[in-house]
């Protein structure tokens, strides 16, 4: 059974549904990806001579990214996190860490280090 229904836009009747907007992919770039992504940026810049908002659209990254593409063939170093160091682990990380010690030692039968 095919039932029709009114295409508001082409103000027709028609008996095909219309298909769903597509949903915009949400796209980031991997840090093995980068120096692929460079390479890619560079070439069109230099084949096409497009301006940087025109090739930061093409590629999906900002234009900050395109500028760091085009004044280095390599990408920046990724930044370091600092370790995570809470007030709590500070003052009971070494009762934790004698806890383990004395079972382990209970358990496996020799001394600990």
Known sequence: MNKAFWNGPCLTWCSKKPAPPKKPKRSFTKAA????LFT???RDAQAEQLPVSHLARRHRVS???????????TPPPRKKRPPI???AKERIGPLIDTI???YAAAH???APP
């Open 63 to 73: 234009q900050a990214t395109v500028r760091q593409a085009l004044n280095s063939p």
């Open 85 to 87: 160091v809470g007030p």
């Open 108 to 110: 496996t039968a020799r």
């Open 40 to 42: 890619a940026i560079r």
């Open 100 to 102: 383990l010690d004395e």
């Open 33 to 36: 990806d980068k120096p692929a």
